[in-house]
């Protein structure tokens, strides 16, 4: 792909054309990979995050072909799914990573794709934000030229 050289020259300090991908036709084809992909999305798993300051929240993979391409975060008090920006604060209850598991292939089906997106450059991708019951839950990234979806890599760690 034309993106890994790119990024390759971006991380040797070289300079590349990113404005070969900054145009209204790739903003349009990275939506238009995000909405596609929505209906093949599946629960992953969930899981407690180890970072003192997320000890409160559960997180939840949303995997497109075995491969984790965004992350929702959950209340571990009483399972609310929590909007970007959003940080649980109370101490959570062992029970509720069992009830999140189970509500997320309803939560996926309630997903939209927001019409707008962001160009990550040190990523050289869009950043596609996606919506639950009218708040941005997460973001998908597609590729610069606005076709393929990424995998999440801090999810698949």
Request: aromatic share 6%.
């Amino acid at each position: 792909m034309a993106e890994d050289g790119a990024k390759d020259k971006l991380a040797k300090g070289e300079k590349t054309d990113l404005m070969a991908f900054n145009t209204p036709d790739n903003a349009i084809k990275a939506l238009a990979s995000a909405r596609t992909s929505l209906r093949f999305l599946t629960p992953g798993t969930t899981w407690l995050p180890k970072s003192p300051g997320e000890q409160f929240e559960i997180k939840a993979s949303l995997m497109l072909e075995k491969t984790p391409v965004a992350a929702l975060r959950f209340n571990a008090e009483d399972g609310t799914i929590l909007p970007k920006g959003m940080r649980a604060t109370n101490e959570g209850k062992p029970e509720v990573q069992e009830m999140v598991q189970s509500l997320l292939s309803e939560i996926i089906k309630e997903l939209d794709v927001l019409d707008g997106v962001e160009f990550r450059q040190s990523d050289l991708c869009w950043s596609v934000p996606l919506a639950y019951r009218n708040r941005i839950v997460a973001h998908m990234k597609v590729s610069g030229d606005g076709v393929d979806v990424l995998p999440y890599k801090k999810t698949a760690e």
